[in-house]
Antibody
């Protein structure tokens, strides 16, 4: 059974940093694109970033460019999101999701809450 | 650039059918047959219910169906049940904004 478990969320002050992790199990992690999706309180889903199976290609939304970095460690079946220079508008539940191909997000973690506030 | 456009709300009585639209552009919905739909109950993670416009993953009831015409995709829920009350999001490959804004489906 596919299992994705996020961790690393919490309360951080504006300008601070957090590193989110997503532990994957139950599937061959190193052949899938992986994605981070976030959801601000009471708002809709927002695609944040994704990374190629071998880690050689990544893309993110303009609002986080230069501040967030997606990475993966296939030996550890893990996905990461390094978030720097955090802003209040980054407050959201962050989900990791497996991309089954062409944005078919077929498995999701339970999410981890990031709150940016002083 | 705008996200895919969905109506903010939809409703229907038990047993009725409801259709939710998702309007994109010729660069995303109109260009590819890679439209997916997600169901999200409050406090839960999204769940894939339709992919590649019309395909249901294993375990998703056949009450859920998808279609597409031009730049607009649609999700139809037939025989509405109380547990179908949730938020629904469309998603399309191709555009810079991946998800629609979401539709809150209320079962009256």
């Amino acid at each position: 059974e596919v299992h994705l478990v996020e961790s690393g969320g919490g309360l951080v002050q504006p300008g601070g940093s957090l590193r989110l992790s997503c532990a994957a199990s139950g599937f061959n992690f190193n052949i899938y694109w992986m994605t981070w999706v976030r959801q601000a309180p009471g708002k809709g889903l927002e695609w944040v970033a994704h990374i190629k199976p071998d880690g050689s290609e990544e893309r993110c939304i303009d609002s986080v460019k230069g501040r967030f970095s997606i990475s993966r460690d296939n030996a550890k079946n893990s996905l990461y999101l390094q978030m720097n220079s955090l802003r209040a508008e980054d407050t959201a539940v962050y989900y990791c999701a497996r991309d089954g191909g062409f944005y078919k997000f077929d498995s999701w973690g339970q999410g981890t809450l990031v709150t940016v506030s002083s | 650039q705008s996200a895919l456009t969905q109506p903010p709300s939809a409703s229907g009585s038990p047993g009725q059918s409801v259709t939710i639209s998702c309007t994109g552009t010729s660069s995303d919905v109109g260009a590819y047959n890679y439209v997916s739909w997600y169901q999200q109950h409050p406090g839960k993670a999204p769940k894939l219910i339709i992919y590649e416009v019309t395909t249901r993953p294993s375990g998703v009831p056949d009450r859920f169906s998808g279609s597409k015409s031009g730049n607009t995709a649609s999700l139809t829920v037939s025989g509405l049940q109380a547990e179908d009350e949730a938020d629904y999001y469309c998603c399309s490959f191709g555009g810079s904004k991946v998800f629609g804004g979401g539709t809150k489906l209320t079962v009256l």
